[in-house]
């Protein structure tokens, strides 16, 4: 049995949890045998607290929408790795791995990040269910490094210095971008746009979700505190459009309109239909 008294580890058991309640979606079962009873508690809580009872659902289509991009995009051929910031739990390149696997492609290299405590933890707790997620010809495809996000932005340093053996990669940002720095954000941005061949994935909140979600204002007003990471910023259309000037594509989606979609094809009714009730979550993909 998983066991942690980390609150940082706490909150990464949360997403972990809520990613594997809705597998029709996420197409994860796995980052669920990373939780402890003390996580998956912490997540109950939370739904409780803040009245979302939608949460898990959200999560979700928010793995299963990166999953499947991660898929299309891999598949093209135009990229040789794929590097998660802030991976927490989330078993998503390992779910990545062996789909692409199951097609033939086997020349992706992964690599999970995080800050080291958790990297630790999470290779601890891999290690245990090893035989239980992913093959071991599959699993040494699969990289973890210790990456403070807001520390290498301070220092400048280069994602071509921290990844030097990436040389067309696709970044996932999931879950995590609202609890960085707008300087930090910007650095990111920046060091994605650098590369002649790279592409990004990630979440956020937009500017105006407060105003459009009861749920979502619920929570950002009273989160700090409970989860030991802070929200420090939400996207603009000023973000956006200098997002634009640096990428030579840019797709903008809805988590709505991906809910509602993945609903239609499992044969269920969606259940995102009240903007009150769920975080106005939308995605970016970006790529030059």
């Known amino acids: 049995m998983m066991t942690s008294n980390d609150p940082n580890i706490s909150s ?37 607290k803040f009245s979302y009872p939608l949460v898990g659902r959200k999560v979700s289509v928010r793995a299963g929408f990166i999953l ?6 891999l598949s093209s051929g135009k990229y040789d790795s794929c590097i998660s910031f802030a991976s927490g739990f989330s078993l998503l390149t390992h779910v990545a791995a062996q789909k692409l696997a199951e097609k033939g492609i086997n020349n992706i290299t992964f690599i999970d990040s995080d ?48 990844f030097p ?13 609202y609890f960085l720095s707008q300087e930090c954000v910007k650095w990111i941005i920046s060091n994605v746009a650098h590369y002649e061949n790279a592409a990004m994935i990630f979440d956020y909140w937009p500017e105006e979700g407060v105003g ?13 505190g409970f989860i030991p990471e802070n929200i420090k910023s939400f ?47 939308k995605f970016i993909i970006a790529a030059q």
Not at 148 to 162: P, R
């Open 165 to 177: 053996t990436c040389k067309r990669p696709l970044f996932i940002i999931e879950g995590v971008i």
């Open 212 to 224: 459009q979600s009861m749920c979502f204002k619920r929570v950002v007003d009273s989160l700090k």
């Open 12 to 48: 990464a058991e949360m997403t972990a949890y809520w990613r594997s309640l809705f597998p029709q979606f996420s197409e994860d079962l796995v980052s669920l045998k990373l939780t402890s009873p003390s996580g998956i508690s912490k997540a109950k809580e939370f739904e409780t």
């Open 235 to 281: 996207w603009t259309a000023q973000n956006i459009s200098q997002l634009r000037s640096s990428f030579l594509v840019v797709e903008d989606y809805k988590i709505s309109d991906i809910e509602h979609r993945m609903s239609k094809e499992n044969k269920e009714p969606p259940q995102f239909n009240n903007q009150q009730e769920f975080f106005p979550v």
């Open 115 to 162: 800050l080291p405590n958790m990297i630790d933890e999470r290779g601890k707790r891999i290690e245990k269910i090893s035989s239980e997620i992913l093959s071991k010809e599959h699993a040494k495809k699969i990289s973890l490094v210790s990456l403070d996000l807001e520390t290498a932005c301070k220092k400048n340093q280069s994602f071509k210095e921290l």
């Open 68 to 73: 499947e991009n991660i898929i299309r995009l």
